[in-house]
């Protein structure tokens, strides 16, 4: 079956860096997206990553292992307003979006 | 501008009725989607459409129908609506479909079957 796998709630520090993992196990595969959902609002892209290794952009970084079935988000300098659920979403053979629960990251002064 | 949006944001209705939400996206996008987010948080699809083909999720039930009027829009009728169906509902767009596209989502539906 196909599956996505994440810690359900983390908590951080405001200006500290924080890495919410993600494994995942699809039929088939053509990239893995990260998305932002901050409460009551729609998800919005963060990353997208089909090769291994790290896509840096701004205080946001993504990494991909294919052969482990696995990537990281990399939050960097934390803001209180980057506390949200952080969603990871492979994508299959069938360009379908298969969607982990989400990690909510609380931020904390 | 809102790039996808949906009406309405909140939706309170009794068991038995029939009821629809409307979305609509101004990025001229081939393909729209519809996806239910449970009450655990997980988004699950239950169709994606373009001009070409219907794609539905094997585990909607069929009280839930897909309508399209034209490329920017992609409707959701519910019959019968039941406790169960309970959730918020996200419509999305993408440029095409049969590759790796990014989704934009709408604002979501909230949906409360009393």
């Known amino acids: 079956g196909q599956n996505i796998d994440q810690p359900t709630e983390m908590t951080a520090t405001e200006g500290a860096i924080v890495q919410i993992n993600c494994t995942y196990q699809?039929?088939?595969?053509?990239?893995l997206f990260w998305y932002q959902q901050h409460a009551g609002e729609a998800p919005t892209f963060l990353s997208y990553n089909v090769l291994d290794g790290l896509e840096e952009k701004g205080r946001f970084s993504s990494f991909l292992s294919r052969s482990k079935g696995y990537s990281y988000l990399l939050l960097k300098e934390l803001q209180m307003k980057d506390s949200a659920s952080y969603l990871c979403a492979g994508m299959d053979s069938n360009y379908q979006l298969i969607w982990g629960a989400g990690t909510k990251l609380i931020i904390k002064p | 501008d809102t790039a996808v949006s949906q009406t309405p944001k909140y939706l309170v209705t009794q068991m038995g009725n029939d009821k629809s939400i409307k979305c609509e996206q101004n990025?001229?996008?081939?393909?729209m989607y519809w996806y239910k987010q449970d009450s655990k948080k997980f988004l699950k699809i239950m169709f994606s459409y373009n001009n070409k083909e219907l794609i539905i999720n094997e585990t909607v039930p069929n009280r839930f129908s897909p309508k399209s009027p034209d490329k920017a829009h992609l409707n959701l009728h519910i019959n019968s609506l039941e406790l169960g169906d309970s959730a918020v509902y996200f419509c999305?767009?993408?440029?095409?479909?049969?590759?790796?596209?990014?989704?934009?989502f709408g604002p979501g539906t909230r949906l409360l079957v009393l």
């Open positions: 699809t039929s088939g595969f053509n990239g």
């Open positions: 990025l001229g996008h081939d393909t």
């Open positions: 999305a767009s993408s440029q095409e479909a049969g590759v790796t596209e990014t989704q934009y």
